[in-house]
């Protein structure tokens, strides 16, 4: 039996952020190598990690325990193990992204243009996946 959950909202809603700032490092990524805004850039570093770990806290506390009330055992704790691993990859990925675009912006950069403009958009569109697989789960749970 499906039991309905809360927070749905409140996730959704940090979903939208998340995926707001991923169209934000596509809009980096597109200006690279001719301009890139210093402005976008500090805001992207500041807002980034925080970010990030308002949507695992979020998953969870509020899709990891519905996960778990809709699997078998065997297949709930492998799926929690492999979201869990998820998020350990996407901060340090995001880490060493900070750490990049600091060096963009103190221009001691060490990599070229394109493994800048690789980084940013090997990260968003893993960022933009783990989002679409967790909104399909939430929907699966609800």
């Known amino acids: 039996m499906r039991q309905r959950f809360t927070g749905h909202?409140?996730?959704g809603e940090a979903y939208r952020g998340l995926l707001d700032l991923c169209d934000r490092?596509?809009?980096?990524?597109?200006?690279?190598?001719?301009?890139i805004d210093g402005a976008s850039c500090r805001m992207i570093l500041a807002e980034l990690p925080e970010?990030?770990?308002?949507v695992h806290a979020l998953e969870e506390s509020i899709l990891f325990p519905a996960v778990e009330d809709q699997?078998?055992?065997?297949?709930?704790?492998a799926l929690i193990?492999?979201?869990?691993?998820?998020?350990d990859h996407d901060d340090q990925?995001?880490?060493?992204?900070?750490?990049?675009l600091q060096a963009v912006l103190d221009d001691r950069a060490s990599l070229g243009w394109d493994a800048i403009g690789y980084m940013l958009r090997a990260f968003f569109e893993t960022v933009r996946r783990h989002v679409a697989t967790e909104r399909l789960l939430l929907a699966a749970c609800a």
């Open 51 to 54: 970010r990030l770990k308002q």
């Open 71 to 77: 699997r078998t055992a065997k297949d709930r704790d």
């Open 81 to 87: 193990e492999r979201l869990r691993a998820e998020h």
């Open 93 to 100: 990925a995001a880490a060493e992204l900070g750490r990049v």
């Open 25 to 35: 490092l596509e809009a980096l990524a597109d200006s690279i190598p001719h301009r």
């Open 9 to 11: 909202q409140e996730l």
